[in-house]
């Protein structure tokens, strides 16, 4: 059975700091990107950053770039945001996401990711 567990999200005041987690489990966790979109009420799905655990190459969005930290244990089969200087536009459920890497090349990580697996959401709300 295909899993992706995530933990680590919650309530944190504006500049503070979380770290999200996606266990995977049931396919092959070097096979795939992994990583996180997140929606808030009202907006459009994003993709805020992945890491491609053949390789180890990471996107980050714009909007997250020099706060946020991706990473990758493939011993544990977990990747890990590491998610700093924390804004109240950031506040969002966040979704742990995987597709085979040669999707994440094709299409990097937006709209157009033909994502195979997802994870249940954890919210993340950043008070002002």
């Known amino acids: 059975e295909v899993q992706l567990v995530e933990s680590g999200g919650g309530l944190v005041q504006a500049g503070g700091s979380l770290r999200l987690s996606c266990a995977a489990s049931?396919?092959?966790?070097?096979?795939?990107?992994i990583g996180w979109f997140r929606q808030a009420p009202g907006r459009e799905r994003e993709g805020v950053s992945a890491i491609d655990n053949s390789d180890g190459i990471t996107y980050y969005a714009d909007s997250v770039k020099g706060r946020f930290t991706i990473s990758s244990d493939n011993a544990k089969n977990t990747v890990y945001l590491q998610m700093n200087s924390l804004k109240p536009e950031d506040t969002a459920v966040y979704y742990c996401?995987?597709?085979?890497?040669?999707?994440?090349?094709?299409?990097?990580?937006?709209?157009?990711?033909?994502?195979?697996?997802w994870g249940q959401g954890t919210q993340v709300t950043v008070s002002s």
């Open positions: 049931g396919f092959t966790f070097d096979d795939y990107a």
């Open positions: 996401a995987a597709v085979v890497t040669t999707g994440f090349r094709a299409t990097g990580w937006g709209r157009r990711t033909p994502i195979e697996y």
